[in-house]
């Protein structure tokens, strides 16, 4: 009786197939049984493109009385960050009380950079909109101030992407310039010109630094001289990312992400090609101009990062091979601590993560006090996990302190009206820059 059951259904598709069978209303009306010209198939991928970004968005709670106990880790060393992005778990219990705040002229355009701050013995250093490096000590003091752009490069107000190593600061900048500065009085070491303008963070080992231009190649400078080393070329196609581009670096292998979604594997030596992974398909690759990766992170043998196309990848660094990959859509940096991932949604759901499965462990809805009109205008900017308590930046300028074990939000900070940077914890004290000043937390 099956075996008949069986041949009546093999036949029935067989003759749907030779006929065509007409689409049902609940049928997708991207397919259909009409042969189509060029025009109308871009018209209908494009469709499919927006099908795919909306499908299986986390809008809702799993395991919501969950408690978590995260693994007593306070492991922030410097090393560890630099290289890996993995930021951990520091030991900071703050109330949040404005302690200081550091001003300099309006940055243009901060809504699109991730600014970065560098924290030296008791001082940090940071640039306003003209290009101008001010170090500052704990007393709010000016220790040093540099600017290495002329008049008409000023007017171009360059945005800067900075990195230490001991007694030397690497900048690199939006309009093609890059050089190094003794941090100790300010003074210009070196500076260099580049074909094009630069667009990552900046990595620095040993007596090299690593960093992406705006035509995804990825160069390789001497610290000593800022002399080329190497450069290796990806995939141009005249999209710069829509947010910075990310370097990781394990041993003699640097792993980066470029504006269309691929990672690769590059040797440090010679800048040749181990292993290349693209993760966008061909519905999406048009689109690639919207695309938004996180940082990504490498943390036991593995890297780890999302989008805002719905993916986040686990991949196996010495293959390139995917370890797993979940639905969640974000484009901030997750941390990890032990066993554990932590990130946020685009539209405000904390997520937790089992490192090993890949498998969801809990979500919770940390934008519940924003009204349901406002929260397509709101996205998460980043976030810290200290003792207790999760500090997160949100677009509309505000801190909002999640607790850790429970997942819900205990209190909300308004800093500002715009969007502020993702936290920084120096000497058990959170830093937050605005487009026009830096505020110190207790």
């Not at 009409?34 to 809702?60: H, R, Y």
């Not at 000016?142 to 007694?167: C, G, H, M, R, T």
């Not at 190649?217 to 080393?229: A, P, R």
């Not at 308004?414 to 830096?438: E, T």
Request: aromatic share 10%; hydrophobic share 40%.
């Amino acid at each position: 009786m099956n075996n008949q059951i069986v041949k009546i259904i093999v036949i029935f598709l067989l003759i749907a197939s030779c006929n065509g069978l007409k689409p049902m209303k609940d049928q997708d009306p991207l397919f259909g049984e009409k042969k189509i010209d060029k025009k109308q198939q871009e018209v209908l991928d494009k469709k499919k493109i927006k099908l795919f970004i909306a499908e299986d968005i986390i809008n809702k709670e799993f395991n919501p009385t969950l408690k978590i106990n995260l693994e007593s880790i306070y492991d922030n060393s410097k090393e560890k960050i630099n290289l890996y992005n993995n930021i951990g778990r520091y030991d900071y219990e703050g109330i949040l009380e404005e302690k200081n705040k550091f001003k300099f002229s309006k940055i243009v355009n901060f809504n699109q950079n991730e600014p970065k701050l560098i924290f030296i013995e008791n001082d940090l250093i940071f640039f306003d909109k003209k290009g101008t490096l001010t170090r500052y000590d704990e007393f709010n003091k000016k220790v040093w101030v540099l600017n290495n752009y002329s008049k008409i490069e000023k007017k171009s107000k360059p945005f800067l992407y900075l990195a230490n190593n001991q007694d030397i600061l690497i900048v690199a900048d939006s309009i093609s310039k890059f050089y190094a500065i003794d941090i100790n009085n300010g003074n210009l070491i070196w500076t260099k010109n580049n074909s094009s303008s630069f667009n990552s963070e900046i990595k620095i080992h040993q007596n090299k630094f690593f960093i992406t231009d705006s035509q995804n190649t990825l160069h390789c400078f001497s610290i000593k001289d800022g002399k080329k080393l190497w450069s290796h070329e990806t995939d141009n196609i005249l999209i710069k990312s829509s947010k910075k581009l990310s370097i990781v670096i394990d041993k003699e292998v640097v792993y980066f992400n470029n504006s269309i979604g691929d990672i690769r594997a590059i040797s440090l030596e010679n800048g040749s090609l181990i292993w290349q992974l693209p993760t966008l398909n061909n519905d999406v690759y048009a689109e690639s101009l919207s695309l938004k990766s996180s940082d990504l992170v490498l943390d036991n043998k593995s890297i780890y990062f999302s989008n805002n196309r719905n993916e986040f990848y686990s991949i196996d660094v010495n293959s390139g091979t995917i370890r797993w990959k979940q639905k969640i859509n974000s484009s901030i940096r997750p941390t990890i601590i032990g066993n554990t991932i932590i990130t946020i949604t685009q539209n405000g759901f904390l997520i937790i993560i089992d490192k090993i499965s890949g498998n969801i462990v809990r979500i919770t809805d940390i934008f519940e006090f924003i009204k349901e009109k406002k929260r397509k205008e709101i996205s998460p900017v980043g976030f810290i996990v200290g003792s207790k308590y999760i500090y997160a930046t949100i677009s509309n300028g505000r801190i909002v302190i999640i607790n850790i074990t429970s997942g819900k939000y205990e209190k909300i900070i308004k800093i500002d009206g715009n969007k502020i940077s993702k936290p920084f914890v120096f000497k058990n004290n959170l830093f937050i820059v605005k487009d026009s000043a830096i505020i110190q937390f207790d």
